[in-house]
Structure formats: structure tokens, C-alpha cells
């Protein structure tokens, strides 16, 4: 016997979750080759200039990508999780700049795009896939359970 008067029906709930958590792991991903990329460019940079300081390459070599490791890592569990605000945003955000690097290479070096050891391929693919992840729905556990209780 139904003891309450709700007369607004809720949508079932949209199963988007394996695609984001596909889409939130290939982000995650090319933001680690990303990183890796960087930091190898960045390293064989630093050995083969004479005047290379080791405060720069620490903080502009290593401590960019690990920059981009923290934010791979919290794409990466927004995308399984599905929970807060700020990891939506970073999630956006990081998608956003790697579309515009990508825009950006495509624009002045178009022969690097697919250079493994650029941000060609790695912001190509990552890119649209963090903005994927970010912008797909979620879906809550029991979800469409509890939504075709209330239509009885």
C-alpha cells in the first residue's frame, strides 16, 4: 500500500557509467604519456644544454608532470567514483587545455601531432576524452530500483 502523494515521476536514471569510466581511463592515461613525454623531452633537454640549471628542470621538467600526474589521478577517480564538484571541474578543465594544446599543435607543428615523444597524440586522444567523462551523466547505485518503486 503506497502511504505517500508524490505526483512528480522521476526519469529513469541514464546508464552512462562503464562509458565514462572507459572515457575517465583513456583521459587518465594520456595525461600519464603526457607526462611521461615531458619529462623525457625535458630531461635529454637538460643533459644536453651546458648552461641548464637544476632548479628550472625540477620545477618546469619534473614538477610540471607531476602536475599532471595528480591531475590524472583525480580524472581518474572522478571518472570511477562520479562524486564532487572539484574533481568535475579539474576533470573539465584538463580537457579543455589538452583540446587547446592540441588545437595549438595542429596549428603551429601539424608534424608533431603524432610524434610519441610530443603533446600531439597525447592531448589528441585525451582531450575529448576528459571532456566525455566529465560531461557524461551519472548514474547512482540502485538508481532505476528505487525510481520503478515509486511508479507502483
Known sequence: M??????????P???????????GG????ALIGL?????????GGFAT???????????FGVGLSLAIVAIAVVA????????????RVVTVVAGVLCCAMAANVF??????ILSPAGPGPWTLIGGPA?????????????????SADRTI
Open 2 to 11: 503506497v502511504t505517500h502523494t508524490r505526483t512528480r515521476m522521476n526519469p
Open 13 to 23: 536514471a541514464a546508464r552512462f557509467v562503464r562509458s565514462r569510466r572507459l572515457a
Open 26 to 29: 583513456i583521459g587518465a592515461l
Open 35 to 43: 607526462a611521461v613525454a615531458h619529462t623525457a623531452t625535458n630531461a
Open 49 to 59: 644544454d651546458d648552461d641548464a640549471s637544476w632548479p628550472l628542470f625540477l620545477a
Open 76 to 87: 581518474w577517480r572522478y571518472s570511477r567514483r562520479g562524486v564532487g564538484r572539484f574533481g
Open 107 to 112: 596549428r603551429l607543428h601539424p608534424e608533431i
Open 130 to 146: 576528459l571532456l566525455t567523462a566529465a560531461l557524461l551523466p551519472l548514474r547512482r547505485r540502485g538508481s532505476a530500483a528505487r
